[in-house]
C-alpha cells in the first residue's frame, strides 16, 4: 500500500472547504505525483451545527484536538486572525508537524517570532492567492538583490475598483459581491483600508531584507474615499485607479494610485493580482493570476502540501 499523509484542517469556511473539495477531486493525482494520499482527517470549525459541503470525517471546535490528534500529520490553518490561530499554530510546530497556512495578518504581525520558532511553516497561501510568488521570491532573493516591488496585492479592491469602472457599480454593491464571491476578509476593513495588502507587502519586504519588516513602518492608505466620479475622471484622462502596493529599496507603500493605461498593472482587473518584480539582473518580471478566492487560495495551500511531502520523502 502507498503513503498516506493525515489533514488537520484550523477553520472550514471558503479556504477550508475549497482545500478539502481539492482533496477529494484531485487527492489520486496527488499521489500518483508523490507517491503520497492526502487526506483530510479532521476540521475546526466554531458552528460544528452547520452543514459542510463536503462534509469532513470529523468536525470539532476543539481546534487543539486537531492539532494534537495522531492521526494529523499536517496541520493547515484557515481559520485566520491572530488568536487562537497564532497559539495553534505552534503548539503544532513544536509537536514536530509541518504548519501551512494562509494568515497573512499573522504571518506579518509575528514575522520574526515565527521565522525563529523553528518547525517547518509555509506560507504560499498568505499571499497573491494562487500566485506562486513566496516561492518564486524565496530563491529570487537568493539570485540577486531585489530592488523594487510594485504589485495590485488585494483581489477583494482589485475587484471592487473594476466593478465601479466597467460596470458602473457603486462602491457597496461591488463590496457585497466581492463578498459573495468569498474574496473579503471576514472583516473587509482589513481589505478597503488598504491593511490586507499592508501585511502581504511586509512578508514580501521581511522576505526579501531577510529581517522583519513591521506593518507600522507601512505608509497605508486604503479606496474608501476612492468615488465613482474619480474613477470616471481617471478613466476619461486615460488612467485607471488600482490600490498599488510598492517595495522600493526599503521604503513600504500601499494606497490608490491613477495608472497610465499602459502601465502593466493598469489591465489587470476584477479579482486578478500581479506583481512587477525588479533586479539588477533579471530586470523585470511580472507575474501575475487570481488574487483571491476558495479554490485559488487552496491551490497555493496544496502546492506547500506537495513541498510538505516531498520533505517528508527526503528524509
Ligand atoms: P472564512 O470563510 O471566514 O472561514 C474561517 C473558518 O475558520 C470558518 O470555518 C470558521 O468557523 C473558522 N474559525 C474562525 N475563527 C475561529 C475560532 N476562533 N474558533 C473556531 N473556528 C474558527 O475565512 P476564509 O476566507 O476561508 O479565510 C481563512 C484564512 O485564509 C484567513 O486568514 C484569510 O486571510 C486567508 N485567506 C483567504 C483568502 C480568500 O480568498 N478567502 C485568500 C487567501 C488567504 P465557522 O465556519 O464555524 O464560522
Ligand atoms: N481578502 C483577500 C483579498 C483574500 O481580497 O485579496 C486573499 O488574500
Known sequence: MGKEIGIGLLGYGTVGAAVAQMVQDHGFRIATETGTLPLIRVAGVR????????????????LLEVVEAPEVDVVIEVMGGMNPAGALIRKALQL????????????AEQWADLMEFGGELHFEA?????IPIVETLSTLVATQPITRIEAILNGTTNYILTQMRHAGKTYDEALAEAQALGYAEAEPSSDVEGWDAAYKLVILASMIEGDARLVGEVDRDGITLVSQENIQKASAAGRTIKLVAQ????????GPVALESDHPLASVDGVENALVIEGPALGRLMLRGAGAGGLATATSVLSDLIRVIRRRSEQ
Open 47 to 62: 458552528d460544528t451545527s452547520r452543514h459542510r459541503d463536503p462534509m469532513p470525517p470529523v468536525l470539532t471546535s476543539n
Open 126 to 130: 498568505a499571499v497573491a492567492g494562487a
Open 247 to 254: 517595495y522600493e529599496r526599503g521604503d513600504l507603500t500601499v
Open 96 to 107: 514536530g508537524k509541518p504548519v501551512i497556512t494562509a494568515n497573512k495578518m499573522l504571518m
